[in-house]
């Protein structure tokens, strides 16, 4: 069975372009997820979906960020305008539920540069 | 409050030996769940074993194995006749049935020397 698959793998953009990063969970799962890694700050969770539907964003950092999840198969984050700070690795996860326990896999992350 | 503690931030060590990496865990919700994740130097997050509060048996999966203790609130992981590919950074993790959500170690960095 695949994986979580995300895209790209690396991006490299200008402060102020829009940036928009791409997942498909694993399928079966309900759950999706979406992180931030910095060396900083270690992983945070940005925001998580169920069924597609949004359920906790509080993890977004500002306006400038945004998700969709338009299908199960399916989400992206986006990121207008861009800024250095945004530098960092962003994993996509699921799991079969969203129960405590459940296991979240991740996907490669795309290493996101904003110069 | 819940946390997760790695302690040792790198660790290394020469092929072959031995090598702990430690976990120590707080919460007070009787029921939780531990995780280990390994990330490469490629990046990705390897899932590796979860292990949920009622069940203390020690387990073993061909070289590595983990150690549960309620007793020091601890989780640790052993690596038997470490390899060169066994250098990543480790996590261990944290939920419980109050918090859904990964409460993250810092993460050790082991690093195995040919």
């Known amino acids: 069975d695949a994986g979580v698959i995300q895209s790209p793998r690396h991006e490299v953009t200008e402060m102020g372009q829009e940036v928009t990063l791409r997942c498909k969970p694993i399928?079966?799962?309900?759950?999706l997820f979406w992180y931030r890694q910095t060396m900083m700050r270690g992983l945070e969770l940005l925001i998580y979906?169920?069924?597609?539907?949004?359920?906790?964003d509080s993890g977004m950092p500002e306006d400038r960020f945004s998700a969709k999840m338009p299908n199960a198969s399916f989400s992206t984050l986006k990121i207008q305008p861009s800024e250095p700070r945004d530098s960092a690795v962003y994993f996509c996860?699921?799991?079969?539920?969203?129960?405590?326990?459940?296991?979240?896999?991740f996907g490669p992350g795309t290493r996101l540069l904003v110069l | 409050a819940q946390k997760v503690t790695q302690a040792q931030t790198e660790i290394s060590v020469v092929e072959k030996e031995d090598v702990t990496l430690d976990c120590v865990y707080e919460?007070?919700?009787?029921?939780?769940?531990l995780f280990w994740y390994k990330q490469p130097p490629s990046g990705e997050l390897v899932f590796l074993i979860r292990?949920?509060?009622?069940d203390e048996q020690n387990e073993i999966s061909g070289r590595y194995s983990w150690n549960f203790q309620k007793s020091t609130s601890s989780f640790n992981f052993t690596i038997t006749a470490s390899q060169v590919v066994d250098s990543a950074v480790y996590f261990c993790?944290?939920?419980?049935?109050?918090?859904?959500?990964?409460?993250w170690g810092a993460g050790t960095k082991l690093i195995i020397k040919p």
């Open positions: 993790a944290l939920t419980t049935d109050s918090n859904y959500q990964l409460i």
């Open positions: 996860a699921s799991s079969r539920t969203g129960e405590s326990g459940e296991t979240q896999y």
């Open positions: 919460t007070r919700d009787t029921t939780y769940y």
């Open positions: 399928s079966g799962h309900d759950y």
């Open positions: 292990r949920n509060s009622f």
């Open positions: 979906f169920n069924n597609n539907v949004p359920i906790d």
